[in-house]
Nanobody
Framework: QVNLEESGGGSVQAGGSLRLSCSVS????????MGWFRQAPGKDHQEREGIAAIEIDGSTRYADSVKGRFTISKDNAKNILYLQMKSLKPEDTAMYYC??????????????????????WGQGTLVAVSS
């Protein structure tokens, strides 16, 4: 059974940085397709925003809202997914989740439809950005 556990969230002032981690356990394959999502306060899981995705070959894709500020990466040896966040804004405040795309349907699909169809999620880590 594959389990995901996010960490690294916290409170930060606007303009600051954070690095989120998603530890993957129980997976026989170190190379899997994954994504980061976020759910803003007051919104339900159907409104989760796909913000970054990475495929087995390391190719990445980002939502316009985070492009140029966030970087997704994966350490296959440690089975850890990262999200480096810089120049944080108050509107980045949200619960951040990692998820596995078992079928590797592609980064675009993950960002656009992953919130609805992906089945394997972590419990989330909270990021709060103050102005």
């Amino acid at each position: 059974q594959v389990n995901l556990e996010e960490s690294g969230g916290g409170s930060v002032q606007a303009g600051g940085s954070l690095r989120l981690s998603c530890s993957v356990s129980g997976s026989n394959s170190p190379s899997i397709c994954m994504g980061w999502f976020r759910q803003a306060p007051g919104k339900d899981h159907q409104e989760r925003e796909g913000i970054a995705a990475i495929e087995i070959d390391g190719s990445t894709r980002y939502a316009d809202s985070v492009k140029g500020r966030f970087t997704i990466s994966k350490d296959n040896a440690k089975n850890i997914l990262y999200l480096q966040m810089k120049s944080l804004k108050p509107e980045d405040t949200a619960m951040y989740y990692c998820a596995v795309d078992r079928g590797c349907y592609g980064n675009s699909w993950v960002l656009e439809a992953g919130y609805k169809y992906l089945e394997l999620w972590g419990q989330g880590t909270l990021v709060a950005v103050s102005s």
